[in-house]
């Protein structure tokens, strides 16, 4: 018993213990799908399936530096690479994981070249036009995008099984926290560490042997291809993808998501894609006095006003907030167990 | 054509040359590590001696049994150290292979282009003899009449003239380092223009191995653009620099980019402090240790256990060197805010993580108090003997560069002033009048 006891101690100490909790609590969700408003699920789904998403742009933006404007671009690539290889060429799921990913390595090495020789607001102007003209052609290339009216996904088949959506969001939690033990692997390793080094002084990274070429780089396609996999999964689950939809807006939001949670950390990553895309579907919509009548529209007014009180008292981003919380209740409770022990 | 097969040629071989000689570079960093790897697992195997012993040593059982046991466990934890060591040096071993496999093969790149170097040598030195000719005759005929296009014309040939010796001698400083095993680094004739001004102006001297070596001078002397030409930052526009590293090769630093330099065996620090504020003492050391990591990126992204390992061994050399200059206690705090003394020092040990041979340091004392400044040169000292450093070092500082420095070097506007012992140079009446002014 005692060992029993010690063993789960130390797994809970275990970092991927959080996460791999944090997957089986996301799993409550599909389980009482019946119990639970459709919009509450799809929006349930489409927070997480950013989430992924905003993790790449996280490890870019926090850790590499790298202001990019492109990544729902990279979004709209996934969708259209799953389209394609699932409908129009009827093969399977994995080829479109791996089509997809090469598609998104290609796209983050001619993103990655740029970042070389720009950097801070011209990269994000840069970045933003090259997103743009990918739109343009998606909008052109009809047979694999759909033109400007968009495609619509027949039905996702895994091993030639037709899934329904509710397992299709089973399948979406396992990515997400398959993500959050990468991203945390990363971030905890050399390569975390030479992108934060990079980030801080160029000169002094490089005397330390670190080629900025190569991390940029890896920043950029890692990033992509998170962005990639969250579009697959995106189409997966809406079925719904059309070129235009893609824009400055969707970008901008992830990039709000990720600076309003705090870029550093994973868990704030997910407080901030909660706050942006999930909040006003998954709270103010169900209450009743919100999403009614002459309200309608207040929850966009709600979470805009809780970004820029964010942005104001928080820099670092909702994390920082969390955390003192957490550091406050901790302190209390030592307190307490001391004046337990003294009484 | 056949010249331009010439170049061809020798592009692709100059291309080889330093590829083969990067690898060399990065075998030499596995042994650096497998050093590293020999004092974890003196570190690990002492721990598990302990825990072993701790466990026996209960008290209650008779004492004969617990020393049969402690016997039983010392030899067994012998056996472990031995087996441990054998594995790192078969290891070792695989890697002595390599290099002697990858080193014949640029030996024979080397040797071309030494024989090309050779070459050029002879054809400078012919050029050298009729431009002498041709100026002597040219000069015996300004005197009969003065033309003003013929001394136009013999001051461009004697440009031509000096140039070429200069050349000449920038190749044959390469034979004389690669002869002279004591010489650590030599810079050849260096000159850097930054548009029309000069801030290094043919500027030549030798670091002897093992020697602190100071470069002084007044403000915009130039001292960091001389570091800046070492490290690569700037491509010098002229002139060589070359470096023997500790297996005696002798390299030049131009065939290098800036994040090969530490694989040398240089490490550098900064003017003003520049560590990863975001990052913990004891990462900002492994950030130090970038270069000794052999694992690549997937091996990063899943966390397999040979990145594990890398990450155990790198962190026990780096709390060896924190204890070592005495700022252990930092090791989980955040750089930011800590005293200025303790961020230099930990700048410092973040050069140490490399086993370097050569460090840099660019102005250490600049913004420290008088008992830091001491401190820092008694570390600096100890660390030189103790490591077998060569230190090379910009100062304004003249108390600690009078006290620590073998041998110093003075300039002003990128030209040398004087070279030698820290009292001939106080002695030097260039150096007074280039520090306060002359008359």
């Known amino acids: 018993m005692e060992k029993i006891k010690l063993h789960l101690k130390r797994i809970s100490k275990h970092p991927f213990f959080g996460f791999v909790i944090f997957g089986f609590v996301l799993t409550l969700i599909p389980i009482f799908n019946n119990y639970l408003p459709v919009s509450f699920v799809d929006s349930a789904a489409k927070t997480l399936i950013y989430f992924i998403v905003a993790l790449g742009f996280a490890l870019l933006i926090g850790y590499g530096g790298l202001a990019s404007l492109g990544t729902s671009s990279f979004i709209a690539i996934g969708t259209f690479a799953l389209y394609t290889v699932m409908d129009v060429l009827n093969m399977p799921f994995a080829l479109a994981i791996f089509i997809g990913i090469i598609l998104a390595l290609m796209v983050g090495v001619v993103f990655g070249f740029v970042s070389l020789r720009i950097e801070g607001m011209y990269l994000a102007i840069v970045t933003l036009g090259l997103s743009e003209i990918m739109i343009e052609l998606f909008k052109n290339f009809d047979k694999f995008t759909g033109g400007v009216s968009g495609t619509t996904f027949s039905s996702f088949r895994l091993f030639g099984q037709s899934l329904s959506t509710n397992q299709t969001f089973f399948i979406i939690i396992i990515a997400v926290v398959v993500a959050m033990i990468l991203t945390y692997n990363l971030i905890n390793s050399p390569t975390g560490r030479a992108l934060l080094a990079a980030k801080n002084s160029d000169s002094a990274a490089r005397a330390m042997g670190i080629s900025v070429v190569k991390y940029r780089l890896i920043a950029f396609m890692v990033s992509t291809v998170y962005a990639v996999i969250g579009g697959i999964f995106y189409m997966a689950y809406i079925k719904f993808s059309m070129g235009s939809t893609w824009g400055l807006a969707i970008s901008l939001n992830i990039l709000a998501a990720v600076v309003v949670g705090g870029s550093k950390s994973i868990w704030g990553v997910l407080i901030g894609t909660f706050v942006i895309f999930g909040l006003d579907l998954m709270v103010f919509q169900s209450i009743p006095l919100i999403s009614q009548g002459r309200f309608a529209n207040f929850s966009f007014v709600i979470s805009g006003g809780l970004i820029i009180l964010v942005i104001m008292y928080y820099p670092n981003g909702l994390i920082g907030l969390f955390k003192k919380l957490s550091f406050k209740l901790k302190s209390k409770i030592s307190k307490r167990s001391k004046g337990e022990t003294k009484s | ?439």
């Open chain 2, 1 to 439: 054509m056949k010249r331009l097969i010439d170049i061809i040629r020798h592009a692709i071989n100059q291309f080889l040359r330093i590829y083969y000689t990067k690898r060399l570079l990065k075998l030499n960093k596995k042994k650096v590590f497998n050093e590293n790897e020999i004092t974890f697992k003196n570190y690990q195997i002492g721990q598990k001696r302990e825990r072993l012993l701790n466990k026996v040593d209960t008290g209650d059982l008779n004492k004969e049994e617990t020393i049969k046991k402690q016997k039983e466990i010392e030899k067994k934890i012998e056996n472990e150290l031995v087996e441990s060591k054998n594995i790192i040096k078969q290891k070792n071993i695989e890697i002595e292979q390599k290099i002697s496999k990858i080193k014949s093969k640029r030996d024979i790149l080397q040797s071309s282009l030494i024989k090309k170097m050779d070459i050029d040598l002879n054809r400078l030195k012919e050029k050298n003899q009729s431009l002498e000719s041709v100026i002597r005759d040219a000069k015996l005929e300004n005197k009969k009449d003065d033309n003003v296009q013929s001394i136009d014309l013999l001051a461009e040939k004697e440009n031509e003239l000096v140039h070429n010796i200069k050349k000449i001698d920038i190749i044959e400083s390469r034979k004389k380092v690669e002869q002279n095993s004591n010489i650590h680094l030599s810079l050849s004739h260096l000159t850097m223009n930054f548009g029309g001004l000069k801030a290094v102006d043919d500027l030549s001297f030798n670091v002897k191995k093992g020697e602190i070596f100071g470069l002084i001078g007044p403000n915009g002397a130039g001292k960091t653009t001389v570091f800046n030409c070492i490290t690569q930052f700037y491509k010098p526009n002229e002139g060589n620099i070359y470096y023997n590293d500790n297996n005696n090769e002798t390299n030049s630093l131009l065939d290098f980019k800036v994040h090969d330099i530490i694989n040398l065996g240089i490490v550098r620090t900064f003017q003003n402090v520049e560590l990863v504020w975001e990052l913990s003492v004891l990462d900002n050391l492994l950030v130090g240790a970038h270069s000794l990591y052999s694992s690549g990126f997937f091996t990063q992204l899943l966390h397999l256990p040979k990145i594990r390992y890398e990450e155990k061994v790198l962190k026990t050399r780096a709390l060896e060197v924190l204890k070592k200059l005495d700022i252990l206690v930092y090791k989980d705090a955040l750089p930011y805010g800590l005293p200025y003394g303790v961020l230099k020092k930990i700048e410092f040990a973040r050069t140490l993580m490399t086993k370097p041979n050569l460090i840099i340091l660019d102005e250490p004392a600049a913004g420290l108090n008088d008992a830091e400044t001491k401190d820092l040169a008694q570390t600096i000292l100890s660390l030189r003997d103790e490591f077998n450093l060569t230190i090379f070092l910009v100062e304004h500082d003249m108390g600690l560069v009078m006290e620590v420095c073998d041998t110093i070097c003075a300039i002003s506007f990128g030209k040398k002033i004087a070279i030698g012992s820290p009292s001939e140079i106080q002695k030097d009446p260039k150096v007074q009048e280039a520090y306060l002014g002359g008359e």
